[in-house]
């Protein structure tokens, strides 16, 4: 059954976890050719059987909503309508999936070998099977996966096809498409390729949200597109995008469907397979095109050693639930079905709010491995640490974040030293182990003399990477974390100066977290309860005082911002000492990056996190959204223009935040307090 509501982490550790299985045990003992062409029969939407692709597309062209787009069309264009429907036609055979069961089984038997070469194992919560095989029988089903990796959307696939679930069909980028052979493969096996951006194109958004609307009202398989729109290169969730889960629902809210489920899907990596090669795109080197050749360049990656790899379905959500109260469905009967109606502010406000919570729902069910715990520790320590100090962190760490409500994967009756040692093992490319001291070291450096920028390039491919996994448990710490930070920059224990300052860092960091829209009070409760129940603060009616223990959580807390407030603060200097009138916006990220890169040359910034092109892109949304910049449309061009006054004041502010927690501060602290646990 769907759940009735969207989970609310308000008391995180009240949250049953479900048990994991290993899929590869299995696949290590038996023939994965004859695993491949087994006897596939998955449980269909109400027994139906799905029509061929050539019946789909005939009911996508006949349809009431994309002949009246075409006629609408036509008239705007004075083109004839046979002309506006053979591009209609055209656009859909560019567009649609052909699956072949004999395709899926041929990727079955390479995935089968490739994920055992890739990994230790796959682990996937049975109960979450169990309630995605009820609820496809239900009603139908869209599939909502995390997108950290192009490993995402094949094991989805892989693992429908092992339950005897029906394959999905997915949304996949036009990139794909232009690899031979293997994007002709993706579409045989459920892919259907749209365009990265639709602009203005009125009759090519009408042949795809048709084609998608079809499929779902015929219950034809399950969608699966990634809310995310794209995979997320600092592994930190990205800002939800709306416009696929309209399409989804529409059905709905025009009395076409009694309901839809949306599954929540939690993808997690022990190690990633692009890490490198997103800390380079990071720093300004452009993504690889996607091409044939470059895949079978890739197949090195068989021969490392990726870790464990889980995939956690979460409790169907239902979307007649989700709209009790909050929408009218009578508006859409205003109109006849087949004229498009643009999403009312209501509707728009509840996609967003449900975009949101569904991106959150995907955050708490990530598991986490004790690596992310390590490289939390060891970013905080560039110097490095000894291995008996980084245990003992580890395990303090380790107390915190489950009492925070992480879904921690730690090995039951291990010893903390043991569990490090084989973290460290894993993700030994990006560490110096060297006499009981280990620290992060530069990758793939070359042999030869290098220039100073050449050296902080490689340094920071190796800190956004290792970025990139302390990113992972970032949502946990991330409302108790700016508490902290308000607490410090109110300077005052009134709980009102404390929940302003909050607010501001929350308003601030919008577009860098999933920060539910006007959920201020509820995060800022949120963060409240849990030092509270850590012992770390007393809240009172009008004050919050630190606890005499709490000074070394607190000062940890505040840390875990600090890469986030100084590349901000980086980017306000440069808005202020650098910019010039004509500053655009495509010129922006590479001007920022080199102001940077100078800064920590000239030894006056240490945080190569700034140098990130995703903290630079969020930080100019966060300077938009607040009028400290606007955009200035000056021809084809859009230029920015800086209102330097505040600009300057919300450096000051970020500045009173600025605990910079000097590294080993935090831990220095604790030794002054016992550690209750």
């Known amino acids: ?125 049975e109960e979450g099977i169990q309630r995605l095989q009820q609820a496809v029988q239900e009603h139908p089903v869209v599939l909502l996966p995390s997108h950290r990796s192009y490993m995402d959307f094949l094991m989805m696939s892989y693992l429908l096809y092992m339950y005897d679930l029906p394959l999905p069909v997915i949304a996949a980028g036009m990139d794909f498409m232009s690899m031979k052979f293997v994007g002709e493969m993706l579409r045989m096996s459920g892919a259907f390729f749209i365009r990265r951006s639709f602009g203005g194109d009125k009759l090519y958004w009408a042949v795809f949200s048709e084609y998608v609307k079809t499929m779902l009202r015929n219950g034809y398989a399950p969608i699966e597109f990634f809310l995310e729109g794209t995979r997320s290169r600092t592994c930190k969730s990205l800002t939800p995008k709306t416009g696929l889960l309209n399409i989804v ?28 090669l997103y800390a380079r795109e990071l720093l300004g080197i452009p993504k690889p095109k996607e091409s044939t050749s470059g895949l079978l360049k890739a197949r090195r990656v068989l021969s490392e050693d990726y870790g464990s790899m889980y995939v956690y379905f979460g409790h169907p959500v239902s979307v007649r639930s989700l709209t009790e109260g909050k929408i009218t469905r009578s508006q859409y009967n205003l109109l006849p079905r087949c004229i498009p109606q643009k999403p009312s502010a209501d509707t728009h406000e509840f996609l967003n709010d449900t975009a949101f919570r569904l991106v959150r729902i995907q955050e708490g ?88 920028e050449e050296a902080v390039f490689h340094q920071a491919v190796v800190v956004l990477s290792c970025a990139s996994y302390r990113n992972q448990i970032l949502h946990v710490f991330l409302r108790p974390a700016l508490l902290a930070v308000a607490m410090q920059s109110a300077n005052s224990n009134r709980k009102d100066d404390v929940y302003n300052c909050f607010n501001f860092l929350r308003n601030m960091f919008s577009s860098e977290f999933i920060l539910c829209p006007g959920d201020s009070v509820q995060d800022f409760e949120e963060a409240c309860y849990l030092l509270m129940k850590r012992g770390v603060l007393q809240v009172l009616e009008h004050e919050i005082v630190m606890s005499a223990s709490g000074h070394s959580t607190l000062a940890f807390l505040s840390s875990v911002l600090d890469p986030f407030l100084q590349g901000y603060q980086v980017v306000s200097r440069y808005l202020c000492e650098e910019t010039n009138e004509n500053l655009t916006e495509k010129e922006f990220i590479p001007a920022v990056r080199n102001f940077a890169l100078k800064l920590i040359l000239a030894g006056r910034l240490k945080c190569y996190e700034a140098l990130s092109s995703d903290l630079q892109k969020n930080a100019l949304a966060a300077f938009l959204r607040l009028k400290a910049v606007m955009k200035v449309k000056v021809g084809d061009q859009v230029t920015l223009k800086v209102n330097k006054i505040a600009v300057n004041s919300l450096e000051d502010t970020l500045g009173k935040s600025d605990v910079i927690s000097h590294q080993n501060s935090w831990w220095s602290s604790m030794a002054m307090f016992e550690i209750a646990i």
Request: aromatic share 8%; with cysteine.
């Open 249 to 276: 629902m529409e059905p709905f809210f025009k009395g076409e469907l009694f309901d839809v489920n949306l599954v929540p899907v939690s993808i997690s990596y022990e190690r990633i397979l692009e890490e490198s």
């Open 1 to 125: 059954m769907a759940s009735r509501a969207l989970y609310s982490p308000r008391h995180p550790m009240l949250k049953k976890r479900d048990s994991f299985e290993d899929i590869l045990e299995e696949r290590r003992h038996s023939s994965d050719l004859r695993y491949a062409l087994r006897c596939y029969t998955p449980t269909l939407y109400k027994g139906l059987v799905p029509c061929k692709a050539s019946m789909l597309k005939s009911i996508v062209l006949q349809s009431d909503h994309l002949q009246y787009v075409i006629k609408q069309v036509s008239s705007e264009s004075g083109d004839s309508t046979e002309c506006v429907a053979e591009e209609a036609s055209l656009i859909l055979d560019e567009m649609a999936h052909r699956l072949q069961l004999s395709t899926v089984r041929f990727f079955v038997f390479t995935l089968s070998k490739a994920f055992k070469r890739l990994f230790r194992s796959v682990c996937v919560n």
């Open 365 to 452: 069910n990530m598991v986490l491995k004790p690596w992310v715990l390590i490289a939390t520790l060891l970013l905080q320590n560039p110097d490095g640490m000894d291995l008996s100090s980084l245990a003992e962190q580890t395990d303090w760490l380790r107390h915190l974040a489950l009492a925070f409500g992480a879904f921690l994967d730690w090995p039951d009756h291990a010893a903390c030293s043991e569990v490090i040692s084989c973290s460290l093992a894993l993700h030994r490319h990006l560490l110096s182990v060297s006499a009981g001291h280990v620290q992060l070291s530069v990758t793939d450096a070359p042999q030869v003399e290098t220039t100073p």
